[in-house]
């Protein structure tokens, strides 16, 4: 597992101003994608009025996304070079880091390709659950490493090959997590947006979806006190 500080040069380098303008992070869902999640969110997720975080938003385009359709949008980043460009090309101040965030302020929080990044995961899903109110629903993508590329390519699959994986998820593992950090109502959302342009990508997408061996983990849970 790597160390904070080896995590911090990778996010430093991958964060460079050439790659965050020619898309090449590889940190970021990519424009189609996060505005199929812009769309999921606000037609089965977010309600009037609510208040949303979006936990680890990159160079927040899912927030720009969504203050455009009226949302309450805030974003929390770590990497100072995509907090820097939010600001400089979009406008948008992005939180450091989750102190603060007033306990109980939030209904939403958004975790889109987070959490397998994170060293320790419990913590950091108990500091969220503390700032949503109570009922306050997350909603969390990850790779899914019972999916079926990564069933055929096992360590080769890409999602396992990145240095900053540190934790990779199936439905299990991840509903058991939740369950330990306070969450209840935990579900998975079997036909989430699908990632991939055109009939044929989501024809691919919801076949895999059905037999449940998407490449994406979709999962919602609800906070208690």
């Known amino acids: 597992m790597p160390t904070t500080e080896e995590l ?5 380098d991958l964060y460079r101003s050439d790659n965050i ?3 090449r992070t590889n940190q970021e869902s990519g424009s189609y994608a996060l505005k199929q999640y812009a769309n999921f969110l606000n037609t089965h997720i977010i309600t009037p009025g609510a208040r949303l975080l979006d936990y680890g938003c990159g160079t927040g385009e899912l927030i720009e996304l969504l203050r455009a359709s ?11 070079a995509a907090r820097r460009y939010a600001l400089a090309q979009r406008g948008l101040e992005l ?4 102190n603060g965030i007033p306990c109980g302020s939030l209904d939403i929080v958004t975790m889109i390709e987070v959490i397998e990044h994170l060293t320790d995961p419990c913590t950091v899903l ?9 009922g306050g629903q997350i909603f969390i993508t990850t790779p899914n490493r019972h999916g079926f590329r990564a069933r055929l390519e096992g360590g080769q699959w890409r999602e396992a090959q990145k240095k900053f ?3 990779l998820f199936e439905r299990e593992s991840l509903s ?17 947006p699908a990632q991939r342009p055109g009939l044929k990508g989501w024809a691919i997408s919801r076949l895999l979806q059905l037999f449940g061996v998407s490449g994406t983990l979709c999962m919602t849970a609800r906070a208690t006190k």
């Open 126 to 134: 108990s500091e969220i659950r503390d700032c949503l109110k109570p």
């Open 95 to 98: 939180l450091q880091g989750i």
């Open 165 to 167: 994986h540190v934790i």
């Open 176 to 192: 058991n997590l939740l369950r330990q950090c306070g969450y209840t109502q935990i579900e998975q959302i079997r036909y989430s």
């Open 70 to 80: 009226g949302v309450g949008a805030i974003g929390l980043e770590r990497s100072d």
């Open 8 to 12: 911090d040069a990778i996010y430093v």
């Open 21 to 23: 303008f020619q898309s």
